[in-house]
């Protein structure tokens, strides 16, 4: 690198020219603090900093003008394939080209405390390594950070040896690697050529603190070789041998990713603004830990064996919630606070021209009645059998069952978020009588002591008798998505999950095939509802995890295991090329839309996978046990 030297951010219609991908071309690297989206071109088109819901560094995916991004690729035309290391999320491309072919690895590195104890480490690193492998390829560098959603023109420094300084506000972000870089108005550009056998190293590090620890390309291999040990050390606790292993296990890191280690938390996911339709305007931002979402994932967390992680969600959640108990709220940030009043930031353009681009979320002041069984749920798949509960954690949950008592009547906005008016919701009721139901099997097994054990069972009857004579329609033969009604919604698919009833029962077969029939998008698919009630569909993609919510209803009984595997099977061909899914699915093209990779369709693809394993080892135990009758029938 040339000696120290300065050029400000100049005002620029883009940082560089190039088609905006798709959001399945995409593909997520993270160290459970935060994640960046890497495409397929080489691109690191999306990274916040320090955290998940931090300003971007780089936010080209939704502001391809003024949002910033960091390339790494060939200089002439290039085909790529790419892939996770094994049971990792270490990614790596590969780029082909005319006269040879080189491979990218990108990561985050992860390290167990008795490597970063005593040690001073970067407060945030991501590294790019890029290696020769056939022939000779010209390799061209675009590194162009455009900090706090592209409204601040950072001031970068050529500090020769010590690499490429950022400064931004609050923080200094810096860039090493062997490679010489030329500073120009839109950031700065390195070109060099690459032999089989050639390696080249590049770091970029984040820090709040003065000094900052610097990372030295020397240690990247060291770095990645450890952050490969510590996936697949995790990996190896995965309990779950079925099948679908290849799928499950990477839903299960997707997962991991979007857990923020140091609370405990889950993010819904890792961005901003990804639209549910293309150039809509339902953008919005799931940097954030929904109750619900985050909830459900202790039911898989703790199926394929992550009893860890379900247990620090569920003490963070009953620690952040404390300020507002009983009354829970919608979403909270990964520290456990209040989030932020949606805000527009109008410096982005929006993915694809769809605005607008938002930071916040104003589902925080929204009610939603399902949220208390969703979090007793989550507390009895962790404590149940156990023991007694501690006196702090028993009285939390049984004040929210007291809430319960009192506000089930109420109207709420439901599972899906409209920001209309409240109404009653069928599955917030449902959900309601889960948490009641689920205290009384508390007190039951003598892991609580519930002096209301009575009420509780009296309301927990008021509402199972309100759903079947008010959310019942005998018209339609099915369940409705809010009382008195005849509208449909994929999430009365959950009945048979929380039990209500057998998913065999003449009750949910009807609300099944009302369901397929209102909602389905095309073979899988299905929309979550319609907002109208009645004719024309959504302007929105099918919702993924409704896809798995009906395999876990055939596999629990409400159809044949076969009907479970084939659309199980058909789902999983949504995925992209890595085997991540986002919010939403193009049914005309099978396109993902919405933010990603997204927790709740990767938590209902587990979900589904383990209903699955679940009915297979039934229906072997059935023919062994027929088996067994047979031969004892002809001795």
Not at 5 to 25: H, N, V, Y
Not at 108 to 131: C, D, H, K, N, Y
Not at 244 to 249: G, K, N, Q
Request: aromatic share 10%; proline share 4%.
């Amino acid at each position: 690198m040339a000696m120290s030297q300065s050029m400000p951010i100049q005002e620029l219609p883009a940082t560089f020219s190039r088609l905006q991908l798709g959001i399945e071309d995409y593909a997520v690297i993270g160290d459970c603090r935060s994640a960046a989206l890497v495409s397929t071109e080489g691109s690191i088109d999306w990274l916040c900093w320090p955290c998940f819901d931090s300003p971007s560094m780089f936010a080209y995916l939704i502001g391809p003008e003024n949002g910033g991004s960091w390339q790494i690729c060939p200089a002439t035309t290039f085909t790529t394939s790419r892939k996770y290391v094994h049971d990792t999320n270490v990614l790596q491309t590969t780029f082909e080209t005319q006269t040879g072919t080189v491979r990218l690895t990108d990561f985050m590195p992860v390290a167990g405390e008795e490597f970063t104890s005593g040690r001073l480490v970067p407060q945030r690193e991501l590294i790019r390594i890029l290696e020769g492998v056939t022939g000779e390829v010209e390799i061209n560098v675009q590194f162009n950070p455009r900090p706090q959603y592209g409204t601040k023109k950072p001031d970068i420094q050529d500090n020769g040896k010590l690499g490429l300084r950022v400064d931004i506000p609050g923080a200094v972000v810096r860039l090493q690697s062997q490679m010489e870089f030329k500073l120009n108005p839109s950031g700065a550009t390195g070109m060099t050529n690459i032999q089989a056998g050639d390696r080249l190293s590049f770091s970029l590090t984040f820090a709040t603190d003065a000094p900052a620890a610097l990372a030295f390309p020397e240690g990247s291999l060291a770095a990645l070789t450890r952050t490969i040990d510590w996936w697949q050390m995790w990996s190896a606790k995965c309990s779950y041998s079925g099948e679908y292993r290849e799928a499950v296990l990477r839903s299960v890191l997707a997962l991991k990713m979007l857990h923020f280690a140091p609370s405990g938390a889950f993010v819904a996911a890792a961005t901003t603004s990804l639209p549910e339709q293309i150039g809509g305007d339902k953008n919005y931002d799931y940097r954030y830990c929904w109750l619900r979402d985050a909830s459900v994932a202790v039911h898989v967390l703790c199926g394929t064996g992550h009893e860890l992680e379900a247990e620090a969600f569920v003490e963070w959640m009953l620690h952040a919630t404390r300020l507002t108990q009983p009354k829970l709220m919608v979403v909270y940030d990964v520290y456990g606070n209040i989030v932020g009043e949606e805000k527009e930031l109008p410096r982005l353009s929006g993915y694809r021209s769809s605005v607008p681009v938002m930071m916040g979320n104003s589902a925080r002041s929204q009610v939603q009645m399902d949220l208390y069984g969703e979090v007793i749920c989550a507390s009895a798949k962790l404590y149940k059998g156990k023991g007694k509960l501690d006196r702090d954690t028993a009285k939390t949950i049984v004040n929210f069952g007291n809430y319960v008592c009192k506000h089930w009547r109420e109207p709420d906005a439901g599972i899906w978020e409209p920001r209309g008016e409240p109404v009653l919701h069928t599955h917030s009721l449902l959900l309601c009588w889960v948490a009641l139901d689920e205290l009384v099997k508390f007190a039951e097994t003598g892991t609580i002591d519930v002096k209301q054990i009575e009420a509780f069972k009296k309301t927990r009857n008021e509402i199972r008798t309100f759903i079947e004579t008010q959310s019942w329609n005998d018209r339609i033969r099915s369940y409705a998505s809010e009382p008195g009604s005849e509208k449909m919604d994929s999430s009365l698919l959950l009945m048979s999950f929380h039990n209500f009833h057998e998913a065999s029962s003449e009750r949910l077969q009807g609300t099944y095939n009302r369901i397929k029939n209102e909602l389905g998008a095309g073979g899988s698919l299905l929309y979550r509802n319609r907002p109208d009630g009645r004719g024309t569909f959504p302007e929105e993609g099918a919702f993924g995890i409704c896809g798995f919510w009906a395999v876990e209803h055939l596999a629990m009984g409400g159809g044949s295991l076969k009907q479970a595997e084939e659309t199980f099977e058909e789902l999983l061909r949504y995925a992209n090329d890595v085997g991540l899914f986002a919010e939403e699915i193009d049914p005309k093209s099978g396109a993902a839309l919405g933010n990603f990779p997204q927790a709740f369709t990767h938590i209902g693809l587990i979900s589904a996978a383990l209903a699955i394993e679940k009915r297979r080892k039934e229906v072997a135990e059935d023919v062994r046990n027929s088996a067994r009758q047979w031969i004892e029938a002809k001795q």
